[in-house]
């Protein structure tokens, strides 16, 4: 079953700030592309998942997000499903998508993911983020981090909803810890920052198209000590989408371009020791399984940095090098384009933005556009084999969702 | 594929009023209840689909609310899915559990469903309720209400928010284009309540065990017009659960009464106009077709009667009887325990109740134990075929998500 899935076309929007459009509209524009890009019609799609983390609580539209999204394109009648796992929402839709076609229940799946952050009230998005950790535990995790800040490392007031979000305090949290063992510092997590803004200033979907220096990234905002505002994923609106269909279905219906499909993994996280590998290793190692192959062997992976720090952890998490080592495999160029694993060349979520549902669509919109060879001047040379790692919310120290999905041209 | 999955093992609490519990108390002992029905533990569950509506509008917990209500239940580390279609979201949950076991992905799959509607501030339940349609279109919606009034039947303020959901004004729209093409009454209504409270009477788990008169129903607070009170479903909390496996599965794990999922099918609405098939329709013909059978050949099913006529019209829609004949078919007592189609023996969701997002499985509760035969005082005498259709939202005149699944002893 592992390879009979094959993308077939693909589409977002530009993510940034849409005050004038909702998450309708979004969507209809992304699902429009990628049908497009797919050569197929709305009548040829089978069965939709959509992906939203957060309009509940933006728009206050709950229960039926899909089917008010999808309502002008011509796909209701179909089994439609909302799904979400926070910033992991996306490619959870994505996953279910596949597991759609890969069961021989359906020829031609759609996922898509859509979110609109932007508000007039700007502290609704930040409360709303706040809402991807298990609340009836937040207590203790506070606890825990004020434990683990270090004396000459204030980290602010701890309060969150006003103009950052509380989840950043979580990322700072880890990444104090992260500092640690590894030996990474704040300059380290600048030049990630540096990297993925050179990267998303090739990419005309990108939210920030400007590059920037390590000086800049180290002296803008504090958000939670060691991270400045440049080091967290902005706030923003989009929408991704993607058809997936059956190997037999791409001839059937003249699909030009597909992506194999060789690896779609999702797993929860735990209530972890710090001993224990987290969700995304684990989700990298079974990935790998499926599809046969071994780190060695990407050319080109989407990581899910939210926060810069966690662009490093995640190298380690998925094998591109052994545990402490993720500033030492910054520091040598392999991960930034030219490299031998480039990573985010779209920008990721740091440049290209992080409209939270769209994201992990959006991340296999930049692999599929990879291995079919057309990213323009981002382009990874020879890229073959793409991955990408999504990840959502909290639990404990780990990954409340975290999606590993492995792409072949 | 269509009969290689079985129900394992089927638990839920009682519903009702929970002030002192959450979602998490209320989803573990769903879960462990079918755990142990199953004879099977934690462990041996590989993937889990959590439903749920409106809890991000009641306690604020959005983006990952399986992981958070499952976090001590031991079943963290498998993919866990969050999954919303408004009333249809257990349902929505069960069939994407099926589809994980029937594609070969998953030997046991968990679906689970759990709301809390309960809160100090009572308006906040109507108020999230009322998010089950597409609000972007609530305008038209509201206009297109307002022109079916008939003059005799004023229908209040066309308020919610305060002490009832605007969601009943829509059906009692529906309801009365429903009196016009079938000529049924308020009396016809009202015995469809005298009905299922006097099957709940025989549950013990349903919320209300009353049973009650024609003239109580009748005489209750009026809500919209011709809809009363005890014509409406009930506020309520709770819980319910279902693990699926594959029939290999089931004799490997010693499961001891599989009952055996013949169709499990999900559609969404669309926009139709009043002679085009509703989702119900549509999704119940697929189902028969799926299952190899027709309507004389179900012995037992659970309705969603949010509002009393909808169970007549579902009466129609799934082929009991023609289109108009609802109120004439139950007359004839044909859907009452000792009739030959026996619809809600559970109280269905007017006296069992209905917890949102639990709906849909607690529905599947009943059928199977109803096909093992272990009902109790409400026993379907020699029941060996069941059905049940859980609809979730509007679209138009249309159901958003409707979902029909069949069982076999």
Redesign the interface.
Not at 131 to 137: Q, Y
């Given at each position: 079953?592992a390879d009979n899935v094959v993308v077939a076309g693909v589409g977002m929007t530009r993510f940034g700030k849409y005050l004038e459009r909702?998450v309708?509209s979004l969507a209809e524009e992304a699902v429009g592309d990628a049908l497009k890009d797919a050569g197929l019609e709305a009548k040829d799609v089978q069965t939709a998942y959509f992906a939203n983390?957060?309009s509940?609580?933006i728009?206050?539209?709950?229960?039926?997000?899909g089917?008010?999204a999808l309502?002008n394109t011509g796909l209701?009648?179909?089994?439609?499903?909302?799904?979400?796992?926070?910033c992991a929402?996306a490619a959870?839709a994505f996953?279910?998508a596949w597991?759609?076609v890969?069961?021989?229940?359906y020829d031609v799946a759609l996922a898509v993911g859509a979110e609109k952050l932007f508000h007039e009230d700007k502290t609704r998005a930040f409360r709303?983020i706040g809402?991807?950790?298990?609340?009836?535990?937040l207590q203790e995790l506070k606890k825990r981090m004020a434990e683990t800040q270090s004396k000459d490392a204030p980290t602010g007031d701890q309060k969150s909803g006003e103009n950052r979000s509380f989840f950043m305090d979580i990322y700072a949290s880890m990444t104090r810890e992260y500092m640690k063992q590894s030996g990474a510092t704040a300059d380290d997590f600048a030049d990630v920052a540096v990297k993925n803004h050179d990267h998303g200033a090739l990419n005309p979907r990108a939210q920030y198209r400007n590059r920037c220096t390590r000086e800049e990234v180290l002296a803008s905002r504090e958000i939670s000590p060691p991270l400045t505002l440049m080091m967290c994923s902005p706030i923003g609106d989009g929408a991704a989408a993607a058809i997936l269909c059956s190997n037999k279905a791409a001839t059937r219906l003249g699909v030009r371009k597909p992506i194999v499909v060789q690896a779609s993994v999702?797993?929860?996280?735990?209530?972890r020791k710090q001993d224990e590998p987290g969700a995304a290793e684990?989700a990298a190692k079974r990935a790998y399984e499926v599809a046969g192959i071994g780190p060695e062997d990407v050319n080109v992976i989407e990581v899910h940095d939210a926060a810069a720090p966690a662009e490093l952890m995640v190298y380690e998490d998925i094998g591109l090098c052994k545990r402490g080592e993720g500033p030492a495999l910054l520091r040598t160029g392999k991960t930034k384009l030219g490299g031998k694993h480039v990573v985010n060349p779209s920008g990721g979520l740091l440049a290209k933005g992080h409209p939270i549902g769209a994201t992990g669509i959006a991340q296999i919109v930049e692999i599929c556009e990879q291995l079919r060879g057309t990213a323009g001047e981002r382009q990874v040379s020879g890229a073959r084999v793409g991955m990408t790692e999504n990840g959502?919310?909290f639990?404990g120290r780990d990954a409340?969702?975290m999606s590993v999905h492995i792409f072949g041209a």
């Open positions: 079953m909702g309708r983390a957060v509940g609580l728009t206050g539209q709950e229960m039926i997000r089917q008010a309502r209701l009648g179909i089994p439609i499903f909302n799904v979400e796992n926070a929402s959870s996953h279910l597991m759609a890969a069961s021989g229940q709303a809402t991807a950790v298990d609340l009836e535990s999702l797993v929860s996280g735990r209530d684990r959502g919310g639990l409340a969702a």
